[in-house]
C-alpha cells in the first residue's frame, strides 16, 4: 500500500508594482488562460492551486498553495502590510522587462512583506519576455540584481506561458527545502 | 504615441506606463458605481480613508466589507490594526481572533 503523500499549505504572496502582469502570471499559472486587456486589481483575489511534488529527501509532498494577489499600489502597502503578508511563506517577485524602474522597485515590496513575514523564501520573474523589442532592462543588469539579492529568477511571459510553471515550481521548491 | 500605448489602445485595454498608472481613487470610484457593494472597492476605500486620516470612517467601512464577506482576505486583520490605532486593544484582540478562525 502505497502512502499517502503530506499535505502541506502555503501561502505565497504576489509582489511588484502595478501592471507587471501579477494577476496575469496567476491566471496563466492556474488557469492556463491570458486577457490582453488590462484590469489594475483593486483589493486582493486570492487562487488556489494544488501541485504534487517531493521534498529534498524525496518524499512526495502534496503543495497546497494559496496566492495571494495584492493590488500594486506602494501608496497603501505599509498601512496594509500585516493584513496581506501575515503567515506568507514565499514571494513570487514580478518585475517587467519594459519598464526598468519596476527591478528596483522590488526591494520596497520585498522589504515591506518581509518585516511582517520574516526572511522568507523569494523567487523573482522579468515578465512580458514576448516584449523583447520594448525591453528597457539589460539582461545583465537583472542577473546582477538578483544574484546581489540571491534571489533565483527566470524570465516569463504570462502571454505565451513561457517560463510561469518553472516560476512557481522554482518557488514551491525553494520553500520546501526552507521549512521542511 | 509611446509603443506601449499604442498596443494598449490597440486591446481596447487601459494605457499603462511609469507615468499613466490608474489611481485607486478613481478605479475605486468607477467600481462602486457600478455596484456599491463591491467588496474590493469598499475595502480599498477602507483604506483610502485612513490613509487620509479618517480611520473612524474606515473603520465603519471596512465592517461593511466584512458584513458583506466575512472572509474577506486580509479584512480582519486589517481591522485589528484600526482598533489598535484608535487604542481599542479589546476590539483588536478580538479582530484578530477572528482573522485566525478565516484563515486557519
Known amino acids: 500500500m502505497i502512502d499517502p503523500p503530506n499535505v502541506m499549505k502555503l501561502k505565497v504572496c504576489m509582489a511588484g508594482e502595478g501592471a ?8 496563466r499559472y492556474v488557469l492556463d488562460e491570458y486577457e490582453d486587456r488590462y484590469t489594475a486589481t483593486l483589493g486582493t483575489k486570492i487562487t488556489k492551486k494544488t501541485v504534487s511534488t517531493k521534498d529534498s529527501a524525496g518524499t512526495p509532498v502534496s503543495v497546497s ?5 495584492i493590488m500594486g499600489t506602494a501608496t497603501l502597502r505599509e498601512l496594509l502590510k500585516e493584513a496581506y503578508y501575515h503567515g506568507a511563506q514565499g514571494i513570487l517577485a514580478v518585475a517587467d522587462l519594459t519598464r526598468r524602474e519596476t527591478l528596483v522597485d522590488l526591494d520596497g515590496w520585498a522589504r515591506s512583506i518581509r518585516s511582517v513575514a520574516g526572511d522568507i523564501p523569494t523567487y523573482a520573474v ?7 523589442a520594448d525591453r528597457r532592462l539589460p539582461h545583465a543588469e ?3 540584481f538578483f544574484r546581489e539579492r540571491d534571489w533565483p529568477w527566470t524570465y516569463t511571459s504570462a502571454k505565451t506561458g513561457a517560463g510561469v ?6 518557488l514551491v521548491d525553494r520553500v520546501l527545502a526552507w521549512v521542511l | 504615441m509611446p509603443a506601449d500605448e499604442r498596443r494598449a489602445e490597440r486591446s481596447g485595454g487601459a494605457r499603462v506606463s511609469s507615468f499613466h498608472r490608474p489611481d485607486p481613487a478613481v478605479l475605486v470610484k468607477e467600481a462602486l458605481e457600478r455596484n456599491a457593494d463591491d467588496v ?11 490613509q487620509g486620516g479618517d480611520v473612524r470612517e474606515g473603520l465603519s467601512i471596512l465592517d461593511r466589507v466584512l458584513r458583506i464577506d466575512p472572509a474577506y482576505p486580509g479584512g480582519w486583520l486589517f481591522k485589528a490594526k484600526l ?18 478562525e478565516a484563515e486557519g
Open chain 1, 20 to 27: 507587471v502582469g501579477k494577476t496575469s502570471l496567476i491566471r
Open chain 1, 65 to 69: 498553495m494559496i496566492l495571494w494577489d
Open chain 1, 126 to 132: 522579468l515578465n512580458k519576455a514576448d516584449r523583447d
Open chain 1, 142 to 144: 537583472a542577473e546582477a
Open chain 1, 165 to 170: 510553471e518553472e516560476a512557481f515550481r522554482g
Open chain 2, 40 to 50: 474590493d472597492a469598499l475595502f480599498v476605500l477602507a483604506a483610502l480613508k485612513v
Open chain 2, 83 to 100: 482598533h489598535g490605532m484608535q487604542g481599542e486593544d479589546g476590539a483588536a484582540r478580538s479582530a484578530r481572533r477572528r482573522a485566525e
